[in-house]
């Protein structure tokens, strides 16, 4: 288990949902936790909740996509703070709306977001890490990402480069004393999750369902360790490998599923 107190953090995506929880949780734990999103109403109400039991954590505006913007705070937290310990990669955006246009400015801007921002912020921090011997970076990807099903290609496309990136990258860095870590949480009952059933996505199974509190424990417990994938709901490993085995049974399957 990776040691929070007196560690300095950086969740993105920390207005809501997961990223909230984690920054709550590693202030909790006795890290310095510096919220970055785009919302600032939330990130003031995050502001409030989080200083009283941890005081010189603080929240920034920041919009991820902007990947000069993004590492420009990094580096101002570095500046400030004398070093990051730990970055969460999970600002995010879901699979495009039924009615957005298929076309290369939609799946860029998934992308922009999803993945280059990710790749952004892993290697800005890298640096001082590996100099230290000493970090841990969570990019928060999806089980789409390892079995895309219909209408995310844009979601699952960049949640699978994601996932590629921070593999491969982890084995340069894991004997240097930073670990990288992939979370796949499962399905969560957040405003993105939400936001899917509402456009049509069938209830997944209760046996992929997590909360906010159990994801962000798992995380705090996991980050640190030899693994690099944090699984939160480990049976939805299943749906790669028979996707691989029996290909045909699976597409079936997937249709049948939704419909």
Same mark, same amino acid.
């Given at each position: 288990?990776?040691?929070?107190?007196?560690?300095?953090?950086?969740?993105?995506?920390?207005?809501?949902?997961?990223?909230?929880?984690?920054?709550?949780?590693?202030? @909790?734990?006795?890290?310095?936790?510096?919220?970055?999103?785009?919302?600032?109403?939330?990130?003031?109400?995050?502001?409030?909740?989080?200083?009283?039991?941890?005081?010189?954590?603080?929240?920034?505006?920041?919009?991820?996509?902007?990947?000069?913007?993004?590492?420009?705070?990094?580096?101002?937290?570095?500046?400030?703070?004398?070093?990051?310990?730990?970055?969460?990669?999970?600002?995010?955006?879901?699979?495009p709306?039924?009615?957005?246009p298929?076309?290369?400015?939609?799946?860029?801007?998934v992308?922009?977001?999803?993945?280059?921002?990710?790749?952004?912020?892993?290697l800005? @921090?890298?640096?001082?890490?590996?100099?230290r011997?000493?970090?841990?970076?969570?990019?928060?990807?999806?089980?789409?990402?390892?079995?895309p099903?219909?209408?995310?290609?844009?979601?699952?496309?960049s949640?699978?480069?994601?996932?590629a990136?921070?593999?491969?990258?982890?084995?340069?860095?894991?004997?240097?004393?930073?670990?990288?870590?992939?979370?796949?949480?499962?399905?969560?009952?957040?405003?993105?999750?939400?936001?899917?059933?509402?456009?049509?996505?069938?209830?997944?199974?209760?046996?992929?369902?997590?909360?906010?509190e159990?994801v962000?424990?798992?995380?705090?417990?996991r980050?640190?360790?030899?693994?690099?994938?944090?699984?939160?709901?480990?049976?939805?490993?299943?749906?790669?490998?028979?996707?691989?085995?029996?290909?045909?049974?699976?597409r079936?399957?997937?249709?049948r599923?939704?419909?």
């Amino acid at each position: 288990m990776f040691e929070l107190r007196g560690a300095v953090a950086v969740v993105t995506g920390a207005s809501s949902g997961l990223g909230r929880r984690f920054a709550l949780d590693m202030a @909790v734990g006795g890290a310095t936790v510096i919220g970055l999103a785009r919302r600032r109403d939330l990130l003031a109400s995050l502001a409030e909740e989080i200083r009283p039991v941890s005081p010189r954590s603080s929240t920034m505006a920041c919009d991820v996509s902007d990947t000069d913007g993004f590492v420009a705070v990094l580096r101002g937290v570095e500046s400030e703070h004398g070093r990051i310990d730990v970055l969460v990669n999970n600002a995010g955006v879901g699979p495009p709306r039924g009615d957005e246009p298929l076309d290369l400015t939609v799946y860029r801007a998934v992308m922009e977001t999803n993945y280059f921002a990710t790749v952004a912020g892993t290697l800005a @921090v890298l640096p001082g890490m590996l100099e230290r011997r000493h970090g841990v970076v969570v990019n928060v990807s999806s089980d789409s990402g390892r079995a895309p099903g219909p209408h995310e290609a844009a979601y699952g496309a960049s949640k699978a480069a994601l996932s590629a990136f921070t593999e491969s990258l982890s084995f340069d860095t894991e004997d240097k004393g930073v670990h990288l870590h992939v979370l796949y949480p499962g399905w969560v009952p957040t405003a993105m999750g939400n936001e899917a059933l509402d456009a049509g996505m069938p209830m997944p199974p209760r046996m992929v369902r997590r909360s906010e509190e159990q994801v962000s424990h798992l995380v705090l417990a996991r980050m640190g360790g030899a693994k690099v994938d944090i699984d939160a709901a480990p049976i939805a490993k299943l749906a790669p490998v028979g996707r691989a085995l029996f290909p045909g049974a699976y597409r079936k399957g997937v249709r049948r599923a939704t419909g």
